[in-house]
Each structure stands twice: as structure tokens, then as C-alpha cells.
T-cell receptor, first 113, second 113 residues
Framework: AQKVTQAQTEISVVEKEDVTLDCVYETRDTTYYLFWYKQPPSGELVFLIR??????QNEISGRYSWNFQKSTSSFNFTITASQVVDSAVYFC??????????FGAGTRLFVKA | EAQVTQNPRYLITVTGKKLTVTCSQN?????MSWYRQDPGLGLRQIYYSMNVEVTDKGDVPEGYKVSRKEKRNFPLILESPSPNQTSLYFC????????????FGPGTRLTVL
């Protein structure tokens, strides 16, 4: 069975703090894809990043960085120097064994000014 | 503009009254999918389609039907809606098989009384 766990339901930080959102996944497939999506208060879902199971390189995009570790089945997301505009619900997702996609329950991030 | 559109955006209906939520994409994507979003549960996949006339069940298909007669359209049909289908519904599409990131529609908020 496939599963995505985002153990942090809500996180609250003050602007300029760094914050890490955790994602732990389970799959028996050797080929799989991991994603992060952002859902701001306006409600739309925005793709942030995709990683495939053969690429464990960490990625940095501006203030965002992702740490993919197969040894711990984790794909964590760090926002450096958080801003109020980062306030959103963030979803981690797994696609494996065909085109089924499993989403985590999401982490709601509040960034206070 | 590349986009996924859904209609209606908001719908209030009564138990048992058949309804259809339309979804259309203009990106020539092969893959399309429907999700429902409920508090604390993240997004759960209802059905997905790999191409015209090819559909498969996601994790929560009960009470829903889909069809894929044209590549651009993927309607979601609730033949006899019940209150437990009150939810926020998202349609998504995805291009090349190796990429799999999904582009989401704006969502349809359905209330079944």
C-alpha cells in the first residue's frame, strides 16, 4: 500500500524564521515520483516541485529547498526566511505503480508579520 | 492561456438529484483526474484517465462516475448524490508520462442537502 504522512497539521512562525515541513512516504515500487503543492488561501493548487525515485539530489529554488532521502523515505520542504505570502496549506504527494496519486493530509503554515 | 476549467464553481443540490461537474483542459494532456478535498484528509483521488476511453478508479470511487469521450473533457457524474459527497472537488490534468506533475482546475464546491 502507498501512503503519505504529513505529521504536522499546523505550523505557526514569525516572518523571517526558517521552517521545515515534513513528508514521509511509503511505497513498495522502485520507481515513483514525489511532489509538493501549495494551496494559498485563495484555494487554487500550485505545483512546486517533482522528484523521481532515481534522483536524490537536493534542490534549491530561491527561498525554497527540498531534501529527498530514500533511506528514511522522506521528502522534506524548507522555507528560508519565511514571508507572510508563504502562508498556505502545503501538500506532499506520491505517484507510483501507474497513475494513482496519493496526497498527504497537508500542513497549514501560518506566517505572522 | 493554458488552463483547466471546471463548471460550476459552486453548487448546492439535494439528495438524489443527478448532477454533472464538467472539466476541460486546453493543454492536450493525456492524463486527467478528479479529487475531492475534505478537512484533515487532504486530496483523495476519485477517478483518473490515461487517455480517451481509458479510466480507472482512484481511492474513493464509490458514488461517482466518469467518462472520457474526448481528450480535453473529463466530466464527473454523481447519479444520486448524498450528503457525504459534500466536498471541494478538483479536476487535474498532466502531460508527458515521465513528468506527471498535475495542473489543477479552480475547484467546485458542492453541497448536498
Amino acid at each position: 500500500a502507498q501512503k503519505v504522512t504529513q505529521a504536522q497539521t499546523e505550523i505557526s512562525v514569525v516572518e523571517k524564521e526558517d521552517v521545515t515541513l515534513d513528508c514521509v512516504y511509503e511505497t513498495r515500487d522502485t520507481t515513483y515520483y514525489l511532489f509538493w503543492y501549495k494551496q494559498p488561501p485563495s484555494g487554487e493548487l500550485v505545483f512546486l516541485i517533482r522528484r523521481n525515485s532515481f534522483d536524490e539530489q537536493n534542490e534549491i529554488s530561491g527561498r525554497y529547498s527540498w531534501n529527498f532521502q530514500k533511506s528514511t523515505s522522506s521528502f522534506n520542504f524548507t522555507i528560508t526566511a519565511s514571508q507572510v505570502v508563504d502562508s498556505a496549506v502545503y501538500f506532499c504527494a506520491l505517484s507510483a505503480g501507474g497513475f494513482k496519486t496519493i496526497f498527504g493530509a497537508g500542513t497549514r503554515l501560518f506566517v505572522k508579520a | 492561456e493554458a488552463q483547466v476549467t471546471q463548471n460550476p464553481r459552486y453548487l448546492i443540490t439535494v439528495t438524489g438529484k443527478k448532477l454533472t461537474v464538467t472539466c476541460s483542459q486546453n493543454m492536450n494532456h493525456e492524463y486527467m483526474s478528479w479529487y475531492r478535498q475534505d478537512p484533515g484528509l487532504g486530496l483523495r483521488q476519485i477517478y483518473y484517465s490515461m487517455n480517451v476511453e481509458v479510466t480507472d478508479k482512484g481511492d474513493v470511487p464509490e458514488g461517482y462516475k466518469v467518462s472520457r469521450k474526448e481528450k480535453r473533457n473529463f466530466p464527473l457524474i454523481l447519479e444520486s448524490p448524498s450528503p457525504n459527497q459534500t466536498s471541494l472537488y478538483f479536476c487535474a490534468s498532466s502531460g508527458r508520462a515521465g513528468r506527471r506533475e498535475q495542473f489543477f482546475g479552480p475547484g467546485t464546491r458542492l453541497t448536498v442537502l
